[in-house]
């Protein structure tokens, strides 16, 4: 339904009209009775209208352009103030004759005639009965014909059909008005206060959205009742577009209102980040590909990186999935491809350095020095895979600092202790939430070069869990043959890792990978003797403490007496790892002083060290005496590092049961069964009576029940154990001995014997009965090691027991 056209008037003469109370646009049924009275004159005045049709009873603006028409409105406005209206067949004709207009047309009564500002002539008219034209008289100077008037056919008041028909109109012309945007809402308070049927179905069919022709046809409709009803299928069809249009408007609405609401979220969340100084999506795409110009990454990594990095502009930045991505492609970028720090070939300054940081240890320096020699000469060498061996505490993880200073590489260094996750090295594919890359990747981030010293420390315990196997990883980590493709889970991309440099560590040899021992350089490093260790003490340890703590070496000075009283007695390690602590007490105890601006002597005195550090606490890992029969010093090998053992035995009236105790594990207890059996069978050469193991029961033991104890090496030391006791014979002072024994009463050799010999120098021991195969092993012990022992190598077990008793009997020897 479109609005009446009163829009070609400007705002201000409309309400003019308004005002104006000639203008009654709501006709009423008495009004409608008047105006069916009045006699139509014979000739009127024809008025053609383009583009719209009159009804009888509606009030309509029209703007007379034409000359014609103005004249037309003129003449008439002075005169009876009626013309005829009817509407073009066609609204293109501009100069209108009989045959271009509708023969069926309405009377109009001129209501108001308004001269406006562009030149314009509008007039206010009202439709009164329609006419039909009989003939044009005249066409100058405008249309005039003859008509006569065209009686409507109206049903009968009471006419039920009708009345519905008339109801329905009005209902339908309320809804479509509250529909429409475009109608204002005062129209359906005049729709329902019309109450002429007639005048009702006319108001709704000129104001109804029809072209001229469908608006001609229902104004010829003669048949009240039919026009009725043409006019509410008009209104029908009106309704449903309406209908759908409202639908469709709704669904683009509701369609662009989310649209429009995720703009705005975005502008404000941009807004909110250039407020907290954050960095909008679009800046940090354009920022990752500035950072990725400056890489000197290969071709294939470029091309993955392009990939990936269109893939994050796609994204929506709220998505958690953005922020995987964009730590993705950060670690790309942080990664150093194909970046080198320049190694340093001054092999005098190197050897300094690692004299510098770490006293004796030459095994390790020179094999250094040896790469660093064959580097400078080839520079395309693949970095070789060294494992350092030995007991904590001996500098194995600082030398690779000390390494990595003397190439002038960084420095990086992962702890694979308790590793039981093959993630750990290879990383999580990155679809996993939490997804990380790997340690070795992590860390060549961190180094920020392609080539550091790479530190694994304690490689050997490194465990199997349910998550893969983690040594197999680092298979591929340490074969120089496949590791410049080096596999990162997260990564996606392999990595060159052929110019890193790898220095493992590791306290024993037996728990590592066999596939991953191959792989590497071993190099022993064994534990120090005390003259090392006050060495270390005084020129590493201590200054390195004083230093940590503020202070000077002139706040503070132990001599080499007090050095060795510490080591001594407060230390029971091969390495220096406890010394350093308790070095770092005598520190902390000249700090306290200082700051508490109190006495005490700079120079450490006997007592200032057991004021500090309490009575010397390891007094029994010294030999013990001989004075009791059964009791023989053996030498055991650890984790830990060499550490001396006493065996004790003693019988008791008894059936000749053998008791062993010391929390000895299952070869140690055969060890001493070997023993046992040996002596019964020998018990003549030896002197002893047999019938002694029926009447006494033996009982072997080893103290520190605490510490679990395995391993053959202890054979020898039992059977001289037992020998002494049968025998009641004196053991020979500060001897010790390890070896293995057979049932022939064969000795065998055993390992770790660099250990073994530092931990009996440090036991005050003299004497050393080892195997004659052992021999090869004290040969590549460094001298210094070996001075103020002496060493019996023995084959057969009556050697050991000619080296180790004397034909001496114990003080207050039993009688057996
Ligand atoms: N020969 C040495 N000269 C100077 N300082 C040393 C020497 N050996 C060890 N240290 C010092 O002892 C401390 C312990 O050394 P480090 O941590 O390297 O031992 P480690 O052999 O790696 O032990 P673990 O097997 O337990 O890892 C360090 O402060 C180190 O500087």
Redesign the pocket.
Known sequence: MSRTKFTDIDSLSLQDLEQDAELIPLMTPEDEEEINKEKLPETLPILPLRNTVLFPGVVIPITAGRDKSIKLIQDANNGSKVVGVVSQKSEEVENPTGKDINTLGVVARILRVLKMPDGNTTVIIQGKKRFEIDEVITEDPYLQATIKEVPEARPEKENEEFSAIVDSIKELALKIIKQSPNIPSEASFAISNIESPSFLINFVSSNMNLSVADKQKLLATNDLKERALATLKFMNVEQQKLELKNDIQSKVQSDMSQQQREYFLHQQMKTIQEELGGVSHEDEVEEMKQRAKKKSWGEDVAKHFKKEISKLQRMNPQVSEYSIQRNYLDLFLDLPWNEFSKDKFDLKRAMKILDR?????EDVKKRIIEYLAVLKLRNDMKSPILCLY?P????????GKSVAEALGREYVRISLGGLRDEAEIRGHRKTYIGAMPGRIIQSLKKAGTSNPVFVL??IDKIGTGNQGDPSSALLEVLDPEQNNEFHDNFLEMGFDLSKVMFIA?C?SLNTIQPALRDRMEIINVTGYTIEEKVE?GKK??LPKQLEEHGLTKDHLKIAKPQLEKIVEGYTRES???SL?KQIAKMVRYAAKNIAMEEDYSVKITNDDVVEVLGSPKLERDKYENNDVAGVVTGLAWTRVGGDILFIESILSKGKGNLNITGNLGKVMKESATIAMEYIKAHAEEFGIIPTIFEKYNVHIHVPEGATPKDGPSAGITMLTSLVSLFTQRKVKKSVAMTGEITLRGKVLPVGGIKEKILAAKRARIKEIVLCEDNRRDIKEIKEEYLKGLTFHYVTDMSQVLDVALTKQKVKNAKKL
């Not at 940081?357 to 240890?361: A, C, F, I, S």
């Not at 904590?392 to 030398?399: M, R």
């Open positions: 940081d770490h006293y004796g240890l030995g904590p505490g001996v500098g194995k993880t600082s030398l420390d304690e560590t306290n270390i590493h340890l390495g220096v790892r350093e």
